[in-house]
């Protein structure tokens, strides 16, 4: 369940300076239950947990495969191991940290591949694991350093995307898909960082905050703490975060997060997210209707919606054309041989005339 809780900061010289978590309050909230997502648990309730075979690192996710990415130990090269919505360990692939202590630690996804980050840089995997390659090789620019908690979010470098990151206490930042620096915002609460998952909703962040508060906090896109956490399954274990369209453990949501519990030992955890898409293709989705042949032939063009994702078209309420989104969010639709004149096309909760 949501809570609040309150991180007090002051304004000093013209600069936004913050204070570290002093009497937090507290009080239950009501779950967001917004208008497009009822659920019938809260969010951030756990839904799903699985015991992995070994100490788990860092955490992702891509269709119904949830990552664990497991450090070295005797002598082993670091790996990652993947797991099945019943826990079942159906594969593992090495990593590309050569040198590094720890290996992977956060990872995230665009709905195609998987990255992966560590101190050494941002790797990318297909989802069996093929096909390695640095997506960014250096550590995290803006004094970060090791890439530690990572979040992509389409909309970052003109829809280009990009990569949200923060390493421990350090601030927050974001950078195009080569490692460029975009922005920088401050660590409001000085939390130490181990996770960040982008909510697609409402285009803010959640934020693995341990040891401070323990919890799972979420950050709009200044980086300011909008209030709402949730406990994570053990109060104070929060590990890596990432967020998962489709949702984890077989649960069919729109979208949830899944993250590890650093308890003794380790644990998979999934959160309640939200069950039915937001906005319903995304709140930045638009969509182009143009008329040809005096309205004969009708095309819609829908963009910037969520990658990988069933959409319907309608023509004038009735007609209908289902496609998948791509990996940059677009689809189409086509209809010839229609009555001369006006016609509407809608899509999601889009709708457009020509």
């Not at 839904?47 to 070994?54: F, K, V």
């Amino acid at each position: 369940m949501l809570t609040r809780k309150h991180c007090w900061y002051w304004y000093a010289a013209a600069v936004l300076v913050f204070s570290p978590i002093a009497g937090a309050q507290e009080h239950d909230v009501a779950s967001r239950d917004v208008a497009f997502a009822a659920t019938p648990a809260d969010f951030g309730d756990v839904i799903w947990t699985c015991d992995p075979e070994e100490p788990a690192v860092g955490v992702n996710a891509l269709g119904d495969t949830v990552y664990a990415t497991v450090r070295d130990i005797n002598g082993r090269t670091h790996r990652v191991d993947m797991y099945d919505p019943d826990c079942n360990l159906i594969g593992r692939f090495n990593q590309i940290s050569e040198g590094s202590p720890w290996g992977y630690r956060d990872g995230t996804s665009d709905g195609t591949y998987l990255y992966f980050g560590w101190e050494g840089g941002v790797a990318r995997h297909d989802a069996d694991g093929s096909n390695a390659i640095m997506q960014i090789t250096g550590p995290a620019p803006g004094g970060v350093g090791t890439w530690r908690g990572l979040a992509y979010d389409p909309d970052l470098d003109g829809g280009k995307g990009g990569f949200w990151s923060a390493n421990s206490a350090s601030n927050l930042i974001t950078t195009d898909m080569k490692g460029k620096l975009i922005g920088t915002c401050p660590n409001a609460c000085s939390w130490t960082i181990y996770g960040l998952a982008l909510d697609p909703c409402t285009g803010n962040l959640w934020v693995s905050t341990i040891p401070n508060l323990g919890q799972i906090c979420e950050v709009d896109r200044d980086c300011t703490p909008t209030g709402l956490c949730f406990e994570p399954r053990t109060p104070g274990a929060a590990g890596a975060l990432e967020g998962v369209l489709g949702g984890v453990g077989g649960s069919g949501d729109f979208w949830d997060m899944v993250g590890i519990d650093r308890g003794t030992p380790d644990e998979l955890v999934g959160y309640e997210g939200y069950v039915n898409p937001c906005d319903f293709c995304g709140k930045r989705a638009r969509l182009v209707a143009k008329c040809k042949r005096g309205g004969q032939t009708i095309k819609g063009k829908l963009k910037r919606a969520f990658a990988n994702f069933e959409v319907t078209f309608r023509l004038d309420g009735g007609q209908e054309q289902t496609q998948t989104t791509s990996s940059k969010g677009k689809a189409g639709a086509k209809w010839r041989q229609q009555a001369s004149g006006p016609h509407t096309v809608t899509v999601c909760h889009l709708e457009e005339g020509c």
